[in-house]
């Protein structure tokens, strides 16, 4: 099992900066997969982007490529989610993902809004 804690999210205005954290309660090389998806109003959730512990290229939408990164801190026990030239299109409740074999956990949610 793990918890994660999320922080981060705000208001912010189209073409502005926003960074995601999460923090684990597990280290992160005993998680096969972090990331994050987002669940816009009415719509289904959505991969954001995901990374895996164990080394590789982060994966990321089409929608947000280039423009947000993922990436995480062992130390720390945290990824984080850099999310820079922001759009109304990005405004969604962006959720923090584990996965650990078959098992998906999930942090509580955070608001992200992007004004035009």
């Known amino acids: 099992q793990v918890q994660l804690v999320e922080s981060g999210g705000g208001l912010v205005q189209a073409g502005g900066s926003l960074r995601l954290s999460c923090a684990a309660s597990r280290n992160l090389f005993t998680i096969n997969v972090v990331g994050w998806f987002r669940q816009a109003l009415g719509k289904q959730r959505e991969l954001v982007a995901t990374i895996r512990t164990g080394g590789g290229s982060a994966n990321y939408a089409d929608s947000v490529k280039g423009r947000f990164t993922i990436s995480r801190d062992s130390a720390k026990n945290t990824m984080y989610l850099q999310m820079n030239g922001l759009k109304p299109e990005d405004t969604a409740v962006y959720y923090c993902?584990?996965?650990?074999?078959?098992?998906?956990?999930w942090g509580q949610g955070t608001q992200v809004t992007v004004s035009s």
């Open positions: 993902y584990a996965n650990i074999g078959f098992q998906d956990y």
